[in-house]
């Protein structure tokens, strides 16, 4: 279904679970040299279970010199795919109550976009593509209390995105806006009970009738990065959340 990624040099910032683990393995599996990055602990067992040309390499997105030395290090780059999380659950508060250095925080997501771009710009192939990772809150505020700064870091690589599209043209800039992706981190401490009535939600209110997962998000990002055509494209993937 995708065009073969043979001979081209794929770098993914945050690869040690979740969508981007997903996309190590679908890109390696066309063919590519797909270098895994996080911040380390897992980075082995992530290597372990993506099968082809892989190399794993610690960085901390938070740190602009760790960022800049894993760019000198990696050389030329066809496709970049940006995605970092801090400690979001730790970072969220009723706006009234909400401490600066905890909005301060909320925005690292957006910082940690800018730094990987910055450092890897001047390395990505002229045909070559950059895919960021936004989320549908901003298409579709989250009545999840306390996400507002969340949100707005959000926006701001969705925009971030859109514009480099026409400032780094021919290079191709596209974000993605995944919906409630559950096979991730994001949703690894739930309870039993709050996975339960989640998956019941998922069933009866998505038009997809199921929560996502980290391979559906993964298909998408594949088209973005393979589709010559595509550029400046904030792709909601959200099982029709939006459209409820
Ligand atoms: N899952 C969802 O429902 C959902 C919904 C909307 C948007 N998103 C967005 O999708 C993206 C991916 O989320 P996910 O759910 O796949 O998350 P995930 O499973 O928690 O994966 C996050 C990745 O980021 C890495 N990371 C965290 N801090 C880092 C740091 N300081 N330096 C380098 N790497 C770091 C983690 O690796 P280490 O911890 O090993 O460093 C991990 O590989 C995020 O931007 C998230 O906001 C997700």
Redesign the pocket.
Known sequence: MFQSLSGKKVVI?????????AVAKKTAELGASVVI???????NQ?MESVSGQIEALA????NEDSVNALFEQVGKVDHLIV????E?KLLRSPIADMATETAQRGME?FW?TFFAVRASVKNIAQDGSITL?????IFKPSKLGGISVLSAA?GAVAVFGRTLAAELAPIRVNVI??????D?????NQSESERSALEKWGSEALPVQHL?Q?EEVAQAVLSLITNTYLTGVILPVDGGLTVM
């Open positions: 910032i945050g690869a040690s679970a979740g969508i981007d683990l990055s996080c911040s380390g602990n897992k980075l992530a960085v901390d997105i938070l995605t970092s999380v801090a979001q997501k940690a990772t936004s989320s549908i809150s959000n806006a995944p919906g409630v992706v559950v991730t981190g994001v949703w690894s996502g980290a």
